[in-house]
């Protein structure tokens, strides 16, 4: 079966940096493109990364942009995030989600706190 497992969030200083990872299984990772998102108490989950299959092509929700960098391993069946510059905004539990055949599928989340 499908599985999704995040690792790598924190309690983290403004300014800082966190590298998320997702690894997954139970389907041809490289044949799929791969999503971040987050929620923050009390708000809707929002998109805040993506890429393509390859690799090949990555979008950021502009409240991120320069700051996170999406980045994936085909061999290792991973994808990662890297957030730098961290803001106390920026704290969420933060997911991966694939979609296979119409269906979404998500991981447990990782909780990444920003605050000093």
């Known amino acids: 079966q499908v599985q999704l497992v995040e690792s790598g969030g924190g309690l983290v200083q403004p300014g800082g940096s966190l590298r998320l990872s997702c690894v997954a299984s139970?389907?041809?990772?490289?044949?799929?493109?791969m999503r971040w998102y987050r929620q923050a108490p009390g708000k809707e989950r929002e998109s805040v990364a993506f890429?393509?299959?390859?690799?090949?092509?990555?979008d950021y929700a502009d409240s991120v942009k320069g700051r996170f960098t999406i980045s994936r391993d085909n061999a290792k069946n991973t994808v990662y995030l890297q957030m730098n510059s961290l803001k106390p905004g920026d704290t969420a539990v933060y997911y991966c989600?694939?979609?296979?055949?119409?269906?979404?599928?998500w991981g447990q989340g990782t909780q990444v706190t920003v605050s000093s």
């Open positions: 989600r694939v979609t296979i055949e119409s269906r979404r599928y």
């Open positions: 139970g389907f041809a990772f490289r044949d799929y493109d």
């Open positions: 890429i393509s299959n390859t690799g090949g092509t990555t």
